[in-house]
């Protein structure tokens, strides 16, 4: 019975994103182990509260994800060091 832990900071994503990452990582996950552990996986998306992310020693949040997504993940934390 697998457990898929998602975290995420808070208000990144919508609740549709959200949902898609359920599905999509059950999919995964069944794709791996077999149709027979489709109703027994579970997949838990947990918020963590912006600023309370931490990246190279430096905290996260919401606008420098959102800023990430942008911009492409590279660029941005280079600017960060």
């Not at 996986?41 to 963590?48: P, S």
């Not at 430096?58 to 997504?69: H, S």
Request: net charge negative.
């Amino acid at each position: 019975m697998p457990l898929v832990n998602v975290k995420v900071i808070e208000g990144v994503f919508s609740q549709e994103q959200k949902r898609q990452m359920i599905a999509r990582l059950t999919d995964t996950m069944v794709e791996i182990e077999g149709e027979a552990m489709r109703g027994v996986t579970w997949v838990v998306v947990e918020e963590v509260q912006s600023g309370d992310w931490g990246i190279g020693g430096q905290a996260m949040g919401a606008e420098d994800v959102k800023a990430l997504q942008a911009q492409g993940a590279e660029p941005a934390l280079a600017g960060r060091a």
